[in-house]
């Protein structure tokens, strides 16, 4: 009977080897001795060899490239913000259809207050949706594309993320609306 806390390998499970740097791994039964394959990195670190961005062909060895890198992704993220914002710019540019509701409302001194709501909408089929409709797959496929980079859990090119989407929010959330209910009364 073999003890369930023992570490013996199933017969059908080949072993691998690493190579000294930690970053690769090979099978001895690979048949070619060049025959890499890449292994995602599971906890943060800081280096700058064999760090794959995004795409196959996509990989960092220098610290030169990771600057570059890192200057890019900065990049990316403080345009995402941009995105984020100008969206809500456009849409408040091109809203139709305003109403303006207004209800009684008893106030605290027995008078009658007028409380109003202002409605807006946006045609379905018009030049602004379909603009807004485009821009917004460009958010999500830049959004995911961040995700991705953080989750190579390098440390350089989560702070680039992290640093491009923060200077992006101060660049750019200035122009963001305020709601301001005018009929939110001090007492």
Known sequence: MSDPHSHHMHPTVQSAVSDPHGDHMTSPDAGHGDHMMMMMQMTFYF??????????????????????????????A????????????????????????????????????????KTVGQRMMSLAHFLQTFLHIIQVVVSYFLMLVFMTYN?????????????????????????????????
């Not at 760090?51 to 200057?71: D, H, Q, R, S, Y």
């Not at 109403?99 to 008893?106: A, E, G, Q």
């Not at 923060?166 to 009929?183: H, N, P, Q, R």
Request: hydrophobic share 45%; charged share 15%.
């Open 47 to 76: 280096g700058c060899k064999n760090v794959e961005l995004l795409f196959a062909g996509l990989v960092i060895n220098t610290p030169g490239e990771m600057v570059g890198a890192c200057i890019g992704v900065f990049l990316l």
């Open 78 to 117: 403080v345009f995402y913000e941009g995105l984020k914002i100008g969206r809500e710019v456009l849409l408040r540019r091109n809203q139709v259809n305003v109403r303006y509701n207004s209800m009684p409302v008893p106030g605290a001194d027995g008078t009658v207050l007028m409380e109003t709501h």
């Open 155 to 187: 440390g350089y090119l989560c702070i680039a993320v992290a640093a491009g989407a923060g200077f992006g929010y101060f660049l750019f959330s200035w122009k963001k609306a305020v709601v301001v209910d005018i009929t939110e009364h001090c007492h």
